[in-house]
């Protein structure tokens, strides 16, 4: 229903319509009082109805406004001259009222209607609606009034006092799709979201966040956060959240265990962040949660099998060369292990691959014919009885030429010990067999085998036989090792035999570089996915609350961190890949006329951009040295001396970097200041695989294969330089380089 303004009879300037006089005037006389005064009052009352600052409408009981203060009048576009009740604005609807929802409002519900049925309606009372003006304007009031009565006791006419609470109720709207916008967030998001007050008891969580802990939402409500954490991770949660309320940083980041509802343990990410009140005190966390445990598993697993084939790889180095050791037989052939070292090889892929028992018998070539080696895990009694039966079967009572086809191939095979080809082939108390090949060249010599139906299986089948079929062939090697050995103790071809041997040994660590570098080639693109997919999210940060805004920005920064990590295990195995080449003399050198100090000057800015808080002091002798080198090897060992320098110093303590010329060759000098070698260390420190004991690593990352100096001496010395060494135990160290102008 529109409603209209309904002018009253003429009057004087000085006169009120008779309405507002019945209104106001009549409704504030007294019994006793006369018409003179009543008028003077009416005066008066016409200034303050004018001057108040709340619009005023009087409206009747046929719903007509029969007058309106200047403020109202404002409010609705219609002007304040002495003849606005004869503006266009009044001929037509002044406007329409709508409950808060945007219903339009029937005549029986509009404040009015409840005034003129006798309520009045004030504080709590009052009504809010929204009004749309006949000019198109939407505005919010807050509605008070009162009845007016006549002489005869009845209802006349309606004083509405309306409070323009637009921008009050557009601000709590705007509150009100912030939290829509976060409840959003809260529910929709992958990751789990958890409110907690500062007694650890949760007051919000997301279905996500019931996911991963593995309870309701009404069981987590009822219970705390510390209560569901492992035993032994509470002390350091309980501790990041007291520096967190302390105001000792502004948020954190905390791997830790959750026990779940059936018991199990999961691994999660949490970044917290402390929520404040109005007057910036701690009110409560907020925890993004990450469920983590797959990735903390793949960890340890690969960390486990780095660990296995690193140490698999010092047995293979260790292995006695000698032509009286027990080394010179011929492994093919020998039916008892003469060997701990591949017995103690065997022994860490069970631990690795979670197998109860293990062996390798080796084939007979042109038979295929069995020959026991090494068995492990097994009672004395199974092993007695398989190393006098395995010397009676060949590899094809077991399996069809296909299967073995596949062997020679080079894949690992999942073996039907319970079906062999030929019936009563003897199975050793063994369901099933995971077995690798062992070649030499495109030989089958041998098979590593694991008993897969009593393994715990710490990983998939498809990597199990991937480390299995590596492992293969590494062992593979030591026995060609031995084989090659053993051909130089009866005087074959002794020098060719130590050359093939190292090569072999290089072969063997460009295989293991290859295997470890296509997973953590894997790990990267995952990283660097989650970042990318972090940024994106990021990218819409004008739609996500800053309470959820800032722990995504925590999770982008350690994604960030943990791509730096996959770097530096990826430089260990460049490492490695150099030490293969330098040895199998596949190292390459691209030699051009280039100036040392640029290179210099970069290898220096690229290490300051690393350790930001470090000072590296420069001083160049020479504007220019142009020498002929290869740019870029030349930086790697720039960069090597530099990082090693930085590893093991203090951190308030400067390096010093100098390059300097003399007639016929430029030096570079990296100097430190931190433990200092002996003479011993000295002698020592280029060769490959070596690493100073007992040395602390003051910065930066730790791990270290010992190469990193051997290879810098190969890449000088090819190039015609010289390196060295000045140190004193205590008073630092000084490594150089020289290179031929």
Request: hydrophobic content about 40%.
């Amino acid at each position: 229903m529109n409603l209209q303004y309904e002018q009253a009879e003429p009057r004087k300037a000085n006169e009120m319509p008779d309405t507002r006089s019945q209104a106001i005037s009549r409704s504030q006389a007294t019994t006793n009082g006369t018409r003179t005064r009543n008028a003077g009052r009416a005066d008066a009352f016409e200034t303050i109805f004018e001057a108040i600052a709340d619009p005023i409408l009087i409206v009747d009981t046929t719903n007509k406004v029969r007058d309106l203060n200047r403020a109202a009048r404002n409010l609705l576009g219609i002007p304040s001259s002495g003849e606005w009740h004869d503006a266009p604005q009044v001929q037509r609807p002044l406007f329409d009222l709508y409950d808060l929802q945007g219903r339009l409002l029937p005549v029986a519900e509009w404040p009015q209607s409840t005034i003129l049925s006798g309520a009045t309606l004030q504080g709590s009372d009052a009504v809010d609606v929204m009004m749309r003006t006949h000019d198109g304007r939407t505005l919010f009031l807050s509605v008070t009034g009162a009845p007016s009565y006549t002489d005869t006791g009845e209802i006349g006419t309606a004083v509405l006092v309306c409070r323009d609470v637009t921008e009050r109720w557009r601000m709590a709207d705007a509150l009100r799709q912030s939290e829509e916008r976060f409840r959003t967030a809260f529910t929709s998001i992958r990751m789990g979201i958890a409110l907690a007050d500062l007694q650890f008891r949760f007051l919000q969580v997301n279905a996500a966040y019931c996911a991963i802990i593995g309870y309701s939402e009404e069981e987590l409500l009822s219970t705390d956060f510390i209560s569901i954490t492992h035993p032994d991770d509470r002390e350091d949660n309980i501790a990041s959240i007291q520096n967190l309320v302390a105001g000792k940083v502004s948020d954190y980041v905390l791997q830790k265990r959750y026990i779940r509802k059936d018991g199990s343990s999961i691994w999660v990410q949490n970044t917290v962040s402390l929520i404040r009140d109005s007057e910036g005190r701690p009110a409560s966390l907020i925890a993004v949660t990450e469920d983590i445990t797959e990735r903390h598993e793949w960890t340890l697993r690969t960390q486990k099998a780095l660990e296995t084939l690193l140490a698999m790889a010092e047995i293979l180095v260790s292995v006695p060369s000698t032509p009286d050791s027990p080394g010179g037989a011929d492994l093919r052939t020998t039916h008892s292990d003469e060997h701990g070292e591949i017995r103690h090889l065997v022994q860490l892929t069970c631990d690795l691959l979670g197998s109860r028992i293990a062996n390798i018998a080796t084939l007979e070539p042109e038979t295929l014919r069995f020959f026991p080696l090494v068995r492990v895990g097994a009672t004395p009694e199974s092993e007695l009885a398989w190393r006098e039966q395995m010397p009676k079967t060949f590899l094809t009572d077991y399996l069809f030429p296909t299967d073995i086809a596949r062997l020679k191939a080079g894949e690992a095979l999942l073996v039907d010990m319970k079906h062999p080809v030929v019936p009563g082939t003897p199975n050793y108390d063994t369901q099933q067999v995971l077995s690798a090949p062992l070649r030499i060249g495109e030989q089958l010599v041998g098979l590593l085998s694991t008993n897969y139906d009593t393994s715990t299986h710490i990983y998939p089948f498809e990597e199990e036989k991937v480390l299995l079929r590596a492992i293969g062939k590494l062992i593979a090697l030591m026995i060609e090792r031995e084989r090659l050995v053993q051909e130089r103790a009866d005087g074959l071809a002794r020098e060719l035999t130590l050359r093939e041997v190292n090569r072999q040994t290089d072969e063997f660590i460009g295989i293991i570089s290859h295997e470890l570098k296509s997973p953590l080639t894997t790990i990267k693109g995952n990283v660097q996915l989650a970042r990318r997919q972090m940024k994106r999210v990021l990218a819409q940060q004008s739609t996500l609350p800053k309470e959820l805004a800032d722990p995504l920005e925590q999770v982008l920064h350690f994604l960030e961190r943990a791509e730096r990590h996959i770097l530096i295990q990826t430089r260990l195995i460049n490492d490695l890949l150099d030490v293969s080449r330098i040895h199998s003399n596949r190292l390459e050198l691209h030699i051009e006329r280039r100036d040392l100090v640029p290179i210099v000057r970069e290898a220096v800015e690229d290490q300051r951009q690393i350790a930001q808080t470090r000072t590296i002091q420069l001083s160049l002798e020479e504007p220019q040295a142009l020498i002929m080198i290869d740019a870029d090897r030349v930086g790697q060992v720039l960069n090597n001396y530099l990082s090693n320098a930085l590893k093991y110093s203090d951190q308030d303590k400067p390096i010093g970097i100098r390059l300097s010329c003399t007639e016929n060759q430029v030096k570079v000098a990296v100097t430190d200041q931190g433990p200092g070698l002996s003479p011993t260390q000295q002698e020592h420190i280029w060769e490959r695989f070596y690493r100073v004991p007992e040395i602390e690593v003051k910065s930066g990352s730790g791990v270290g294969l010992g190469l990193g100096l051997h290879i810098c001496r190969t890449i000088i010395e090819h190039q015609g330089g010289s390196v060295g060494v000045e140190s004193e135990p205590g008073k630092g160290s000084t490594f150089w380089f020289a290179l031929p102008l």
